[in-house]
């Protein structure tokens, strides 16, 4: 492992912070846990394997979204909208909900 990736998204304040402890964090427990980074890489093999299980255990479902969604899109693109701007809508409420949510998330209001 030559990378350890922490997202910033979801750690409110992150910018505007100088310090991480995050990162402090993990690098403690790399110097003192000689497991840990076999711990981290076992973790992140079962995520990706359950992920990849899921995906392909119910391929029929996300087949079933894409058949009873495809309408929907070809109707908003025809209409002159994007069409994820109705996904985005639901999941973050409204034009620039997406943009609000991570200047909350990140602290940067």
Request: net charge positive; hydrophobic share 40%; proline share 6%.
């Amino acid at each position: 492992m030559t990378v350890i990736v922490v997202l910033a998204g979801p750690r409110p304040g992150s910018y505007a912070r100088k310090s991480s402890p995050e990162h402090e964090l993990i690098a403690q427990s790399l110097r003192e846990d000689s497991r840990y980074r076999e711990q981290m890489l076992q973790e992140a093999a079962v995520n990706e394997a359950m992920d990849g299980f899921r995906n392909d255990r119910y391929p029929s479902l996300r087949l079933l979204r894409r058949l009873l969604l495809r309408p929907i899109y070809w109707l908003l693109v025809q209409a002159g909208i994007h069409p994820l701007a109705l996904p985005n809508a639901l999941v973050f409420g409204g034009r620039g909900g997406l943009v609000r949510q991570h200047r909350t998330i990140t602290g940067a209001e």
